[in-house]
């Protein structure tokens, strides 16, 4: 088992419409959450980081995190045709920051104009 | 965000040569880097931890002298391709943790196109 896993997609959404990412993580230890967006060629950019249950609002991107069920979730409010890219979860456990996130392989979304 | 820095962008190098890539903390210290590579349509597998003043910490399966890491203060991290092969070529990309209160974001250099021809 994967200890994040993501479906791979393509999740294809009609511009304007929300789109839906998630996300599953195995080790219950985690308690550091993010979503990053990787266009194609380029290196990731974060997005959100989530650090407790419930919801995390920025703009058209909402965070929804879920530890009893161990699921995180990304909502893109107002799909944009610039939103198509790759959207990689990661997940870190309570730590100093010298230790890397574990990501999962990424869903693609492609938002059709 | 904080900025992590990356050069060169792009590299083109014949077959058995070295090439070296820098990764930069450009307004923030850190003591701890990774390097990843990328294959096309995959997604990012962690090579290893660069610690700065110390060894760095390779993941199973990265040959250690054939991926040299480098680590020498706390704003730069090097990464040496040694004797570089076709197989080499691919998406080199650095981050370091920006440690921000209780929490520890992880930001991204622009990433290094490596090809070996």
């Known amino acids: 088992q994967k200890e994040v896993e993501q479906n791979s997609g393509p999740l294809s959404v009609p511009e304007g419409a929300i789109a839906s990412l998630n996300c599953t993580y195995s080790d219950r230890g985690s308690q550091s959450f993010f979503w990053y967006r990787q266009y194609s060629g380029k290196s990731p950019e974060l997005i959100m980081s989530i650090y407790s249950n419930g919801d995390k609002e920025d703009g058209r991107f909402t965070a929804q995190l879920n530890k009893a069920s161990q699921y995180v979730s990304l909502l893109i409010r107002d799909s944009q045709p610039s939103d198509s890219a790759t959207y990689l979860c990661?997940?870190?456990?309570?730590?100093?920051?010298?230790?890397?996130?574990?990501f999962g392989s990424g869903t693609r979304l492609q938002v059709q104009p | 965000g904080a900025v992590v820095s990356q050069h060169p962008s792009r590299v083109i190098c014949k077959s058995g040569t070295s090439v070296k890539i820098e990764c930069r903390s450009l307004?923030?210290?850190?003591?701890?880097m990774f390097w990843y590579r990328q294959f096309p349509k995959q997604s990012l597998m962690l090579m290893a931890t660069?610690?700065?003043?110390?060894?760095?910490?390779?993941e199973q399966g990265v040959e250690k002298d054939k991926f040299l890491i480098n680590h020498a203060s706390l704003t730069l991290s090097t990464l040496t391709v040694t004797s570089a092969h076709p197989e080499d070529s691919s998406f080199y990309i650095c981050s370091a943790r920006y440690r921000r209160g209780g929490s520890s974001e992880a930001f991204f250099g622009q990433g290094t196109r490596l090809t070996v021809v």
């Open positions: 307004d923030f210290q850190a003591t701890t």
């Open positions: 660069s610690n700065e003043g110390s060894k760095a910490t390779y």
């Open positions: 990661a997940v870190t456990g309570m730590d100093t920051g010298r230790r890397a996130l574990t």
